[in-house]
């Protein structure tokens, strides 16, 4: 069973920047043979998928989050970032990290693609 935990949450002003942190454990294979993503699902909205990286650090985003998100991996912490700068009242959300160690590219942005989670870190951004 991989075990995920969030990170870097908080509070902050329109165009000012956060760094969310995932770390992973109890994993029985090489950290850096799992795909990762981050998700985000604001109240009375549908669960998101913002950035993904997989074992090769190919990244996708999300269209409303290209140019301000970074999503980078460091296999030697076994820890996913989220580098998120520029942000806007509409970033307002709970931010969810998830893992899995067989994705199909396609479907990297896809919630359903991923079996392991974090119980996520708020991201509060105010105008």
């Known amino acids: 069973q991989v075990q995920l935990m969030e990170s870097g949450g908080g509070s902050v002003q329109a165009g000012g920047s956060l760094r969310l942190s995932c770390a992973a454990s109890g994993y029985t294979r090489s950290y850096s043979g799992y795909y990762m993503g981050w998700f985000r699902q604001a109240p009375g909205k549908e669960r998101e998928g913002v950035a993904g990286?997989?074992?090769?650090?190919?990244?996708q985003y999300a269209d409303s989050v290209k140019g301000r998100f970074t999503i980078f991996r460091d296999n030697a912490k076994n820890t996913l970032y989220l580098q998120m700068n520029s942000l806007k009242p509409e970033d307002t959300a709970m931010y969810y990290c998830?893992?899995?160690?067989?994705?199909?590219?396609?479907?990297?942005?896809?919630?359903?693609?991923?079996?392991?989670w974090g119980q996520g870190t708020q991201v509060t951004v105010s105008s």
């Open positions: 998830a893992a899995d160690d067989d994705i199909i590219w396609r479907a990297l942005l896809q919630g359903g693609s991923y079996r392991y």
């Open positions: 990286i997989n074992t090769v650090n190919w990244t």
